[in-house]
């Protein structure tokens, strides 16, 4: 070799052998990314790594009220979880500080190193921590989406940290229109509405010390040709109800294949003013493609649950609109797809849809599309579909006896992923801490199933604010609810506003099912008191099943045709089948047991059907609210036998749990039957927004110890268009029967306003010459209830005798709690009698609140009695704040009706009647507008020469009635309306 060539080559070696051990160090290095919680991750460079750092406030049930303040600073043992490595393979992460020294614990700084070690190779990231809020959530509802074909797009964010005035910026890749009408947004669960309408959409019922008067402003920039932002200003986010934002774009078309971008960046007001990243979890990617790459299998979402022949053998398919497809054709597969089949399918490929049947039962089946001409020519995305009921042991579920938590929430997942489908529970004992709904996915009990709470259940989440001012209970003087007018968290009692602490738990979710004719028990491990934050973080846990902003839902038996009636002898409910025969086998009931404070809450859930149960069939202890409904519409309860509860049976309502009020209607209620230690239907009593439309049908009262058909506005709301016996959910096939409640009927107004804005003020005042020290609502409208109509039921035993407390049943001895039926209005202490005066006017400038339209029709009394005359001279006082129960007013002039502050009240073709005499008015209007009284048959005692009382009554009209001197039947006389006052 010549010495150039030699020099040439010594060279050559000089430049390529640095390259090559470079690029050898390249392809070894340990590289980093974004892991699935990366909240405090900020950007990922070659050699470096931006960390968040800021404050924020953030509340456990634990903290204590003033310190609420947290750091968002990322600590040494946090960090890993946020991270991921590139290449898949194992890493192991230590961090350093600015000496070199290796740190276990504690904060990480600006100046720190993280070194990355795998499989021999490491390498070393320089650390800077910059203040900025957390990172948020970006993510589609479908990644992928086929070209030239239409179809919706979902994008959902949830911020990283919660604040007041919050801003979000979305950043709409080229290609993609949006516009104000072709864009919905739902914020924080409010409800969707076009982004033209954001504006204008309703807040709630707030009191007037909320800050905010709309939901939000939004603008767009940008274009599609370029991209676009869709801003988003003056956002409430300090509620977290799962997605903050969902945004749907109707109709997207798009024309290119290949990757699209999103991005979302968001600001906070406080405790600090911070920008997040807009990297990492705050970006999603739409991948689009030439095939077909949205096909999906449409799941059932019937209402109720019929097990019809072909239910697991059918099913059906739909993928985007309008693209160009021909000649296709279903493909199956039943091994995973390593071999395929043409499916005997129908399919419509101008609606882009396909259903197949006559499948193999308990197969688990994959399908694909099949395109031979056209321009999506070729195989679609994969699908699956299991037909049949998935034995929940095949996924090492052993229903033992033993902790099966973590195996049922992955056979809840691994269904979800398919699509959806129904997990079968067959005999066994089944212990579970928190079982983690999702959509789609159906639980099935058969009948030697039971599903039994262990402690250790989810903790209650961490909140914004504290609600450590008000946990339970409300006295007259207590301003704690008040004390921040923001602070939606201190609205109700504890056990309606923390929601994950429960054997069952499921937020944002559709279509979702508990059925069949097992056993769900609380095993003295779900809590029925309000002092449950007090308890061990492991024994927290106080609901049976909770939803929360949930749609299409299905709680019950296995589905019966029949009403569900009460034998008194046997004390058991049965079915009512032809021609009046008695069914006594109540196996096809889903047996819920030891249910806790509430064996159903339902929090912003719609479509709800509920149905079949049997409530503390084996265990009458450990029970408290049946199943409520907070500010749910469209809900559906039929067939409920409830041997005993400590609190209602059935209830509608409306609070401010989920940051904001919404109204509650449409209520289909039928064949309830039940012994309580409170209601069995109550209408209200949360009361932050409106409830209307209340259809009940047939209920059958064994015991209640306040009323047994209870109807309260208490915060504001608005409660209208209440029905018993109308017929509008079906026949009545029997009289309704009301046993031992202390009053049949309590229709009231109070004005607590637990409601968000509402503002209090303690007050001494003078009513019915007794002095009050109590708190008055200030700025928020007093309550109406309206057009109630009562009618076809049978009351004896008036007295409050539940079981609940003991021996089933006790008979009166006198000792036991009793009350008229009531309809009480309510009228704010006048200007003269208030200390001071009255410094406030209410919004709408009414300081009473009048019930108005209210009828009773059909219905039978037969009351204990026993009253002395000398109270006909009792006067109830004004139910005031943390006053909203019968018990609250004590002793009434009247033993048949009293009625108070009402507008417009009909009583026709009833009866009136005591055991015992009893020598108060029969019916006592006090403030009454407006009285028709007709048909009706009343007792009248020798000692009180009036029937009907009065007192700044106004138009009592009374037709075709009578009265008894003493006894019933004994000398009747026409009645005839009172003199005018």
């Not at 090559?20 to 160090?25: F, L, S």
């Not at 937020?507 to 449950?532: S, T, W």
Request: charged share 20%; glycine share 10%; aromatic share 8%.
């Amino acid at each position: 070799m010549t010495r150039p060539s030699v020099i040439k080559l010594a060279l050559l070696l000089c430049f390529a052998i640095p390259a090559m051990v470079t690029a050898q160090t390249r392809r070894t290095a340990p590289r980093i990314t974004f892991g699935k919680n990366a909240r405090n991750i900020a950007r990922i460079a070659n050699d470096s790594l931006v960390l968040i750092s800021g404050t924020t406030y953030l509340f456990t049930v634990d903290t204590p009220e003033d310190q609420g303040l947290v750091s968002t600073k990322v600590s040494v043992g946090d960090l890993p979880g946020q991270l991921a490595s590139t290449n898949g393979n194992a890493q192991k992460y230590t961090v350093i500080d600015q000496n070199d020294k290796t740190k276990t614990d504690g904060d990480i700084n600006t100046g720190d190193k993280l070194i990355v070690t795998s499989k021999g190779a490491s390498k070393t990231y320089h650390i800077a921590v910059k203040p900025m809020a957390l990172s948020g959530r970006l993510r589609l509802d479908n990644a992928t989406i086929t070209t030239k074909a239409s179809r919706d797009l979902v994008l959902y964010f949830t911020a990283g940290q919660r604040s007041p005035d919050a801003t979000l910026k979305i950043f709409i890749p080229a290609g993609i229109t949006v516009t104000l009408d072709n864009t919905t947004v739902n914020v924080i669960g409010r409800g969707e509405v076009k982004l033209s309408r954001l504006a204008t959409q309703s807040i709630g019922r707030v009191g007037t010390k909320y800050s905010y008067s709309r939901v939000g402003d939004v603008r767009i920039s940008g274009s599609t040709a370029l991209g676009s932002v869709i801003t988003f200003h003056h956002l409430d986010l300090r509620p977290a109800n799962g997605a903050d934002l969902q945004l749907r774009i109707s109709d997207v078309n798009l024309k290119k294949t290949g990757k699209y971008l999103f991005r979302a960046s968001y600001g906070t007001s406080k405790p600090e003013v911070l920008t997040s990243p807009g990297t990492g979890p705050e970006t999603a990617v739409l991948t689009a493609t030439r095939t077909i790459s949205d096909l999906e299998r449409t799941p059932d979402t019937a209402m109720s649950y019929r097990e019809k022949p072909d239910l697991y053998t059918t099913t059906h398919f739909k993928w985007g609109k309008g693209g160009k497809a021909s000649g296709a054709q279903l493909m199956q597969s039943t091994d995973q797809g390593k071999t395929w089949s043409a499916a005997s399918a129908k399919i419509d490929l101008k609606k882009a849809i396909a259903s197949v049947s006559g499948l193999v039962p308990n197969k688990l089946y994959t399908f694909k599309l099949n395109v031979k001409d056209g321009a999506q020519k070729g195989y679609s995305n994969t699908v699956s579909f299991y037909s049949g009921k998935m034995d929940i042991k095949s996924f090492g579920v052993t229903g033992s006896g033993t902790d099966d938590t973590e195996n049922i929430n992955k056979a809840i997942a691994y269904l979800h992923q398919l699509g959806g489908g129904t997990l079968l529970f067959t005999q066994g004992t089944y212990m579970v801490r928190t079982v983690h709904l999702l959509s789609n996915v159906f639980l099935y009990l058969e009948k030697d199933a039971i599903i039994k709470a262990i402690k250790g259940g989810d903790a209650p989440e961490s909140t914004w604010f504290s609600d450590r001012k008000y946990r339970s209970g409300l006295s007259p003087t207590d301003a704690g609810p008040y004390a921040d007018p923001e602070n939606y968290m201190t609205k109700q009692d504890v056990g309606h506003h923390y929601f994950k602490n429960a054997m069952f738990f499921g937020e944002r979710l559709d279509n979702v099912k508990i059925i069949g004719n097992g056993q769900i028990n609380g095993n003295a491990n779900l809590v029925n008191g309000d002092g449950v934050m007090k308890n061990p973080p492991d024994n927290r846990c106080d609901k049976m099943f909770s939803l929360k902003l949930c749609t299409r839902v299905e709680i019950g038996g296995i589905y019966h045709p029949e009403d569900l009636w009460y034998d008194e002898t046997k004390d058991e409910p049965y079915y009512i089948g032809a021609n009046g025969t008695k069914n006594f086998d109540s196996d096809n009931m889903l047996k819920l047991d030891r249910s806790g404070h509430f064996a159903l809450l339902a929090t912003g859930t719609d479509d709800i059907n509920i149905h079949d149960t049997y409530i503390c069939k084996n265990n009458q202890t450990n029970v408290r609210d049946v199943y409520d409904f907070m500010e749910c519409n469209k809900v559906k309860v039929t067939n409920i036998f409830s041997r005993v509860s400590s609190d209602d049976v059935i209830k509608p309502g409306s609070d401010c749990s989920l940051g904001f009020t919404r109204p509650a209607s449409n209520y289909l209620v039928r064949n309830i039957i039940g012994d309580t230690n409170c209601n069995l239907i109550q209408l209200g009593s949360e009361t932050a927004d409106d409830i209307t439309q209340v259809y009940v049908d047939n209920i059958y009262v064994l015991g209640a110890n306040k009323a047994g058909f209870s109807i309260s506005t208490n915060d504001g709301g608005h409660v209208k268009d209440i029905y018993l016996n109308s017929g509008r959910t079906g026949p009545i096939r029997e009289r309704s029967k009301m046993y031992r409640a202390t009053t049949p009927f309590f229709i009231s107004i109070s004005n607590r306003g637990r409601v968000i804005g509402a503002e209090a003020g303690r007050y001494t005042f003078t009513e019915n010459g007794k002095k009050h020290d109590e708190l008055l609502i200030k700025n928020v409208n007093i309550g109406q209830v309206e057009n109630i109509n009562l009618k076809a039921l049978d009351v004896y035993e008036v007295y409050g005798g539940s079981s609940y407390n003991g021996k089933r049943w006790k008979p009166y001895d006198g000792t036991q709690r009793r009350a008229s039926p009531i309809i009480a209005g309510y009228k704010l202490p006048n200007n003269a009698d208030v200390t001071g005066g009255l410094d406030f006017k209410l919004p709408n400038g009414l300081h009473t609140g009048y019930i108005k339209n209210v009828a009773f029709d059909d219905i039978n009394f037969l009351v204990k009695g026993g009253n002395p005359i000398t109270d006909t001279t009792a006067v109830p006082a004004e139910l005031g704040v943390g006053q909203y129960n019968a018990a609250d007013l004590k002793i009434q002039p009247s033993y048949g009706l009293w009625a108070r502050h009402v507008k417009n009240i009909s009583v026709n073709n009833c009866t009136f009647n005591y055991e015992k005499r009893d020598s108060r008015y029969v019916l006592f209007f006090d403030d009454v507008i407006g009285a028709g009284i007709s048909h009706i048959k009343a007792v009248q005692a020798q000692d009180n020469a009036i029937v009907i009382g009065t007192k700044k009554a106004q138009n009592i009209q009374v037709s075709n009635s009578v009265y008894y001197h003493d006894t019933w039947g004994n000398a009747p006389a026409a009645l005839t309306a009172p003199a005018k006052e």
